[in-house]
């Protein structure tokens, strides 16, 4: 089964810094989606960033882009000129081509400081 | 503006009692999906659904059901079989190819 692990349970930055946002999957298929999601205090669950895993390519969107190591399973957020409305818990998400589950991590609670 | 709607926003209910949770999308999107979150965890997987009158079980589907009679809704039923139905429900939609899934803005579900 596919796992997906986030190692920072909490993580904080200052406004207008640029943090990083770890995440590591396990699987053994090559044809696969990841997804970053953001979680605020209101709980609403907001599409981040998406990735194919046969894109070579870094995923972009504004502030926020993704390092994406096929070879070592790693998919990274960064978010760059943090602002405070960035804080937010931020999930890691997998998803196996052909199928509709989502397999999240457990989640990183990113604090923007002013 | 389209989008998916969850309700109530908050609901009680005493322990034995069914409660049904309404989730309703207009984005034209033929998968739907329901998943659970318990504090400090990621979200699981509860049923989803990939065309009208049609659902599987997902990860966590003891004590729960589901009905798809239009691609509109897909309401979720917590029976008194679950044992630990206090949680946080949210409900989402996709299009069946790869997409990421929009999240409607969930149900706090308290049982006590």
């Known amino acids: 089964a596919q796992t997906v692990t986030q190692s920072q349970p909490e993580m904080s930055v200052q406004e207008a810094e640029t943090v990083t946002l770890s995440c590591t999957y396990d699987t053994s298929e090559n044809n696969y989606y990841l997804f970053w999601y953001k979680q605020p205090p209101s709980r609403q669950m907001i599409l981040v960033i998406r990735?194919?895993?046969?894109?070579?390519q870094n995923a972009t969107e504004n502030r926020f882009s993704v390092n994406f190591q096929k070879a070592a399973k790693s998919f990274s957020l960064k978010i760059s000129d943090s602002q405070l409305g960035d804080t937010a818990m931020y999930f890691c998400a997998f998803r196996q081509g052909g199928s509709e589950k989502l397999v999240f991590g457990k989640g990183t609670k990113l604090t923007v400081n002013p | 503006d389209g989008g998916i709607t969850q309700s109530p926003k908050y609901l009680f209910r005493k322990e034995g009692q069914n409660v049904t949770l309404s989730c309703e999308q207009n984005?034209?999107?033929?998968?739907m999906y329901w998943y659970r979150q318990d504090p400090g965890q990621g979200l699981r997987l509860i049923y989803y659904?990939?065309?009208?009158?049609?659902?599987q079980k997902g990860d966590i589907a003891e004590g729960y059901s589901v009905s798809r009679e239009k691609k509109e809704s897909f309401p979720l039923t917590v029976t008194s079989a679950q044992k630990n139905p206090t949680a946080f429900y949210l409900c989402?939609?996709?299009?069946?190819?790869?997409?990421?899934?929009?999240f409607g803005p969930g149900t706090r579900l308290t049982v006590t």
């Open positions: 989402a939609s996709s299009v069946t190819s790869g997409t990421g899934q929009y």
């Open positions: 659904s990939q065309i009208v009158n049609d659902f």
């Open positions: 990735q194919e895993a046969y894109k070579q």
């Open positions: 984005l034209n999107h033929d998968a």
